[in-house]
């Protein structure tokens, strides 16, 4: 690791926020409402049980950004900083189950530093140098260096082992809160029948296969469905199917 953990949070503290910026002065930043308030309970059932993979977390500034925009995708930056697109809720017509699996994988990336890990590896190769020159300077220079920080940590695929990682985790993550684990076959179903005969989406541009993925998470079942069934389920208002 060429960066610190520190560092690479303060960085995408400060992508975040921009990102935000940008957002809200297009008028599409959702703050409140029914969506909004749907992902917030989600969250707040799935953010306790990362404690089972790093007790750190509980000292992580956790947020959480819903942008109107038709968009397929979903991400959650180092440190916590959840953002979901409209598009992907409403296109896929997302339960609370499946909106689980997707925010679980996402906050799994953040877990094991995988986009630490992938800056380090860019800095090792010389193709973000800048980072840590910039990021020592005043806050432009540090929009910049989070700029460029956040191409490699969301743009650039992750490696399939790291997915993998991410899967087993989320897939963890959101039977330990209650949701059924089945959610995370039914949503990749979606995504392959929603993309067919299109360009991929930005959210599929990062993973691997479709088909695959349901293979390697039929596979899982079996380890997460104890944690799911002995696990306080969520009040029957918020498993509302779209």
Same mark, same amino acid.
Request: overall charge negative; proline content about 6%; some cysteine.
């Given at each position: ?8 949070? $303060?960085?995408?503290? *400060? ?8 957002? @809200?002065? @297009? ?11 749907? +992902? @917030?309970?989600i969250a707040n059932r799935l953010i306790p049980q990362t404690e089972a993979f790093r007790d750190d977390t509980k000292q992580w500034d956790w947020r959480l ?26 296109? +896929? ?11 679980? /994988?996402?906050?799994? /990336?953040? +877990?094991?530093? /995988?986009? $630490?890990? $992938? ?19 005043? =806050? ?10 956040? /191409? ?16 087993? *985790? ?15 076959i039914t949503v990749w179903q979606k995504m392959i029948k929603a993309t067919k005969g299109q360009s991929s989406p930005e959210f599929l541009s990062t993973h ?18 104890? +944690? =799911?069934?002995?696990?306080? @389920? ?9």
């Open positions: 690791m060429m960066i610190s953990s520190a560092e690479v949070d $303060r960085l995408s503290a *400060i992508s975040y926020n921009e990102q935000n910026q940008k957002a @809200k002065q @297009k008028n599409v930043l959702v703050t409140s409402g029914p969506t909004y308030d749907r +992902l @917030k309970f950004s819903l942008i109107d925009a038709p968009v397929l995708n979903a991400t959650c930056a180092p440190g916590g900083k959840i953002t979901f697109y409209t598009g992907i809720i409403e296109e +896929l017509k997302l339960n609370d189950d499946e909106i689980a699996a997707i925010m679980g /994988h996402e906050i799994a /990336h953040a +877990l094991r530093e /995988h986009g $630490r890990e $992938r800056v380090s590896q860019a800095m090792a190769q010389n193709l973000a140098v800048n980072v840590a020159m910039a990021a020592a300077g005043g =806050y432009g220079s540090a929009v910049s260096a989070a700029n460029q920080m956040a /191409h490699y940590v969301f743009v650039l695929p992750n490696s399939r082992e790291n997915e993998s990682e991410a899967d087993a *985790i989320g897939l963890e993550l959101a039977a330990r809160a209650g949701y059924n684990p089945m959610g995370a691997p296969s479709g088909e695959t993925r349901i293979e390697q998470l039929t596979a899982l079942m079996p380890a997460v469905e104890p +944690l =799911y069934k002995a696990a306080p @389920k969520p009040p029957q208002s918020n498993q509302k199917k779209m």
